[in-house]
């Protein structure tokens, strides 16, 4: 990832939080939260066209990317969520604009739901949300994580490439697959792959999704329309739900809508923030 730099360090409750600023510090901050098992590699484009007008905020989350992994660490959605408002503070951002993709949509939505964290607006981008979610996959891997730890390095290797790549629309270039595998692989990556699944627990939606109704901040919610992971049907209730959202399906863009169609994405983004007050 040596295009993608995170130089600054945060000590948090779960591990060290890698992160970065971009753009003008005089500019609209601005926050993006990153998916698993992903990392802010994944809005490197988006990140550089939005820091054309605000102050943008990188991070990842502890136990992804080039933020800290250990065993014993609690990698959850709970831990996540709390994470996210420490860093909010510790950044000295009181009402930012946030935009979060996957499993950072439900950190978002727990971190503004139940730690009172205030968003100026908040851009969903094929969040985790609405129950049900989890693959087969995931959840096969969730009940059997110790023993799919122990997998030859080369063979799990193999199982996260062919993970990531699932995601839906037109495919990955295979340098960026390379990449969005990278951090699992080796002695701290492999376990720290199963251990995020192995903590991925619903309840922690669950204890938020009647809520929704009560949103009461400018939402957008974009959706690939080839989402492979979340059908684009979750996307439809996920807007109903939310008083007011805007909804904006996005073609031909499978999960990783940031790496199948950036451009689109980054539209639709600037669309929304500038109507924005």
């Not at 990140?47 to 992804?64: E, N």
């Not at 049900?132 to 122990?150: K, Y």
Request: with cysteine; proline share 8%.
């Amino acid at each position: 990832m040596s295009a993608w730099q995170l130089p600054e360090s945060y000590r948090s409750g779960s591990g060290t939080v890698r992160w970065n600023r971009l753009g003008d510090p005089a500019g609209r901050p601005l926050v993006l939260l990153h998916g698993t098992p992903f990392s802010s590699y994944v809005w490197r484009a988006v990140a550089r066209s939005l820091a054309r007008d605000h102050q943008v905020f990188v991070w990842d989350m502890p136990g992804y990317g080039m933020s800290e992994k250990f065993p014993g660490q609690d990698v959850s959605l709970a831990a996540q969520g709390g994470v996210f408002t420490e860093l909010l503070d510790h950044w000295g951002l009181a009402e930012p604009l946030v935009v979060a993709h996957d499993f950072g949509g439900a950190v978002a939505l727990r971190a503004h739901l139940l730690h009172d964290a205030r968003y100026r607006a908040l851009a969903l981008v094929d969040p985790v949300a609405l129950a049900p979610w989890g693959s087969p996959f995931f959840r096969l891997v969730r009940e059997h994580a110790e023993v799919f730890e122990q997998l030859p390095p080369a063979l799990h290797g193999a199982l996260v490439r062919e993970y990531v790549g699932s995601t839906g629309g037109p495919g990955l270039h295979p340098a960026v697959l390379d990449q969005l595998v990278l951090p699992w692989l080796g002695e701290s990556g492999q376990p720290a792959f199963y251990r995020q699944i192995a903590q991925a627990d619903q309840r922690y939606t669950d204890e938020i999704q009647d809520r929704y109704t009560r949103i009461g901040v400018p939402t957008l919610i974009c959706w690939g329309e080839d989402d492979a992971w979340i059908p684009v049907a979750k996307g439809r209730e996920l807007a109903a739900a939310v008083p007011g959202a805007r909804w904006e399906p996005i073609a031909q863009a499978g999960h990783l809508v940031q790496e199948d169609a950036p451009a689109e994405l980054t539209a639709a983004l600037l669309g929304f923030l500038r109507d924005v007050p």
